[in-house]
């Protein structure tokens, strides 16, 4: 079945650092991708998507290119702040169309000023 | 995007009693929600679709005569723990589809401790 792997938390980083939060997939079909975030005491937000091979989704400075042959959708960003302190969830949604999204298992990401 | 809330946010109960769970769409009639559940450092796992007016479409695995849900009106779910048990505890957080596959905004989630 389909299924979301992601690198396990926490992660932390220091203001203004690359960030890297591997994220692979296993699916059957063409699925789409996406990243959400949750901030403290906040609902999961969706924070970038890709619906098809290489393309790029990218918001707030984040980016993810859909990789098919590595069946990879990393998570980027050039330099974090202490904002991004959140959980980044990797997940897809399978190509049958039914809504149904299959989340990873979250990361924590914890930015030292 | 649609503004969705859940009450209580944290609710500690006994165990065998029963709980209910709100899930209102504040700024949006939500034709569909969806119920999931998160243990400790685990993915989030769709438990139910929630239909306005109809049946909630389980999960496999999913008991539907433990976990009932009812999507009496176009803001508000809710979902009932019958019987809880210790093993019932966890993080229960709701969405609401406001349109395409991509449009599903979520709640803050709710955490429930079955003593």
């Known amino acids: 079945g389909n299924s979301v792997t992601q690198m396990e938390g926490p992660v932390t980083l220091s203001e203004e650092a690359f960030l890297t939060i591997n994220c692979t997939y296993t699916?059957?079909?063409?699925?789409?991708l996406f990243w959400y975030v949750q901030y403290p005491g906040e609902g999961l937000q969706l924070l970038l998507k890709?619906?098809?091979?290489?393309d790029k989704g990218s918001n707030k400075g984040f980016e993810a290119t859909y990789r098919k042959e590595t069946t990879s959708f990393h998570l980027e960003k050039g330099s974090v702040q202490v904002s991004d302190s959140a959980v980044y969830f990797c997940?897809?949604?399978?190509?049958?169309?039914?809504?149904?999204?299959?989340f990873g298992k979250g990361t924590r990401l914890h930015i030292l000023p | 995007g649609a503004v969705v809330s859940q009450h209580p946010s944290w609710v500690i109960c006994k165990s065998g009693t029963s709980v209910k769970i709100e899930c209102r769409s504040l700024d949006f009639q939500a034709t569909t929600m969806f119920w999931y559940r998160q243990f400790p450092k685990q993915s989030l796992m769709l438990m139910a679709t929630?239909?306005?007016?109809?049946?909630?479409?389980?999960e496999q695995g999913v008991e539907k005569d433990k976990f009932l849900i009812n999507h009496a009106s176009l803001t508000l779910s809710t979902l009932t723990v019958t019987s809880a048990h210790p093993e019932d505890s966890s993080f229960y957080i709701c969405?609401?589809?406001?349109?395409?596959?991509?449009?599903?905004?979520f709640g803050p989630g709710t955490r429930l401790t079955v003593t």
């Open positions: 969405s609401v589809r406001t349109g395409g596959l991509f449009e599903q905004y």
């Open positions: 699916a059957t079909g063409y699925p789409s």
């Open positions: 929630s239909n306005e007016g109809s049946k909630a479409t389980y």
């Open positions: 997940a897809l949604s399978d190509s049958a169309g039914d809504d149904k999204i299959i």
């Open positions: 890709a619906t098809k091979a290489d």
